[in-house]
């Protein structure tokens, strides 16, 4: 019995490395529960819950994504817009930007990470006049100024690249759309363009014959000077509208093929560029209605949007960057490898070894610099919000425009079609008065132009249609 106190107290329990580490584990979590790396948190959303004069799709929910391949029909416009994605510019610039942020991302994420390099180094010093030259030679791995993120630093610093990365690639997204939209629009300006040159040129012919008519009227005393002069009046006013849809149309054209990116020697013919059918019908049939959901389902899904959603989360990131520089930044130096007095002596055995040079750096007065930077990261943050929700009332503005637009529009139409039908009976009886000799040629005249005001006014309003869809289709990013 007296024996098992003394074999108790002679008994040694070795610290094991893991014991050894456990201060350095504990202040090591420590200083990481300190990061200042701050988590984005989104904004409540500034927009009513519903849209003006608009029932929101099915029980409420958002309507399923329209692609720009569901928007358009017609086939000639689908391979113009595949030209134009491949080809546009804009597009590729937009590309080559997402390129150029990925990078700057990749080098802001390597810098937590410490950088290995092989070095040679030597020197060669006197102490003093009569002393011997001393000479120092090391090769080896090295490791310089690798900072240890134990306040989020650079974990903050990391996420604000990301952030930037995700938002240049919501905004490759939102040039891509805007093309889309531009080339069709571009498109039926076409289309409207051509539409009205031959509504013009149908015009014209008509004037002219009734001109010729008119003038052997005249000549035989049928017809007085006056209706003579309204007529030719009526048949140059339509030479000069036709002139001007000829340069309407040709402006129209390059324009397209500007957002095409083919160069001009190259270009569509105008076969391709022309759709099948009659004119603002056919326009109509190539361009799909777009589905709208709720609000918030909407708008936050757009590319703008979300591209400045990660502008914000990128300036939230930067605050966390900005508190981080008030701790202290610690950094390691570190080296492995053979170091000797004689060039020829590196490598042997007996010259490697290490060495480690911590370095903790704690701001005590630096003028006020860190403090302005925390208050211009703090400002920049307030900015990215307000930018932000200025983002999202700007997009409800345009689909709230595009969706009125849309609704006005195709009231409007069905009033200018019962008008052109009731200026077509009165061209019509107007000629049968004429022929029985009730009426003077000047009432048929005055008929026609208002014809014409009225064709012209119902190609220009169904091409407006299809236009309000292209614009709603972009206020709403397909969505």
Same mark, same amino acid.
């Given at each position: ?277 009659? *004119?603002? $019908? !056919?326009? %109509?049939?190539?361009? /799909?209605?777009?589905?709208? #959901? +709720?609000?918030? &389902? ?32 610690? *950094?390691? $130096? !570190?080296? %492995?490898?053979?170091? /000797?007095?004689?060039?020829? #002596? +590196?490598?042997? &055995? ?35 919000? !307000? ?93």
């Amino acid at each position: 019995m007296s024996d098992s106190p003394k074999t108790i107290n002679h008994i040694r329990i070795p610290m094991t490395r893991l014991q050894r580490m456990l201060p350095l584990v504990a202040t090591a979590s420590l200083l990481a529960a300190c990061s200042q790396f701050q988590p984005y948190q989104r904004p409540v959303v500034p927009v009513p819950g519903a849209w003006e004069g608009s029932v929101p799709s099915a029980a409420g929910m958002a309507a399923s994504p329209t692609s720009w391949q569901a928007l358009v029909k017609d086939p000639a416009l689908r391979a113009l817009l595949e030209k134009a994605l491949a080809n546009n510019r804009d597009a590729r610039v937009a590309a080559l930007q997402v390129a150029q942020v990925r990078a700057q991302y990749q080098i802001r994420d390597a810098a937590r990470w410490p950088t290995v390099n092989a070095g040679v180094t030597g020197s060669r010093q006197t102490v003093g006049e009569n002393e011997p030259v001393k000479s120092a030679y090391s090769a080896g791995l090295q490791v310089s100024g690798w900072e240890i993120d134990f306040f989020g630093r650079l974990e903050s610093l990391k996420e604000a690249a990301l952030a930037q990365y995700l938002a240049t690639e919501e905004a490759r997204k939102n040039v891509h759309i805007s093309l889309v939209a531009a080339v069709t629009s571009g498109w039926l300006n076409l289309q409207a363009s051509d539409a009205l040159l031959a509504l013009t040129q149908q015009t014209l012919a008509s004037r002219d014959e009734a001109l010729r008519l008119t003038r052997l009227r005249f000549d035989n005393g049928v017809a007085s000077a006056l209706e003579w002069r309204q007529a030719q009046s009526l048949a140059e006013s339509a030479r000069v509208t036709l002139v001007q849809q000829q340069r309407q149309r040709a402006l129209d054209r390059n324009a397209l093929l500007l957002l095409i990116g083919q160069p001009v020697d190259h270009a569509l013919s105008d076969a391709d560029l022309r759709s099948e059918g009659p *004119a603002g $019908t !056919a326009a %109509l049939q190539a361009v /799909s209605d777009v589905p709208v #959901g +709720l609000p918030s &389902s909407v708008l936050l899904d757009r590319p703008d949007i979300r591209a400045a959603e990660q502008q914000l989360a990128a300036a939230n990131a930067q605050v966390g960057a900005a508190r981080a520089a008030f701790f202290p930044r610690i *950094a390691l $130096t !570190a080296s %492995l490898g053979s170091a /000797s007095s004689e060039l020829s #002596g +590196l490598f042997k &055995s007996g010259t490697w070894g290490w060495a480690l040079a911590p370095q903790a750096l704690l701001p005590i007065w630096d003028a006020g610099a860190n403090q302005a930077g925390f208050d211009s990261a703090q400002a920049g943050r307030d900015l990215a919000v !307000a930018q932000y929700e200025k983002a999202i009332q700007v997009a409800f503005k345009e689909v709230n425009d595009a969706l009125v637009t849309r609704t006005t529009l195709e009231a409007q139409i069905g009033a200018q079609q019962a008008l052109e039908a009731a200026e077509t009976e009165r061209l019509r009886l107007s000629e049968l008065r004429l022929s029985q000799g009730v009426a003077n040629q000047l009432e048929v005249l005055d008929a026609q132009r208002s014809l014409f005001s009225a064709q012209q006014a119902l190609l220009q309003l169904r091409f407006a249609l299809a236009q309000s869809r292209v614009a709603l289709f972009k206020a709403t990013a397909g969505l």
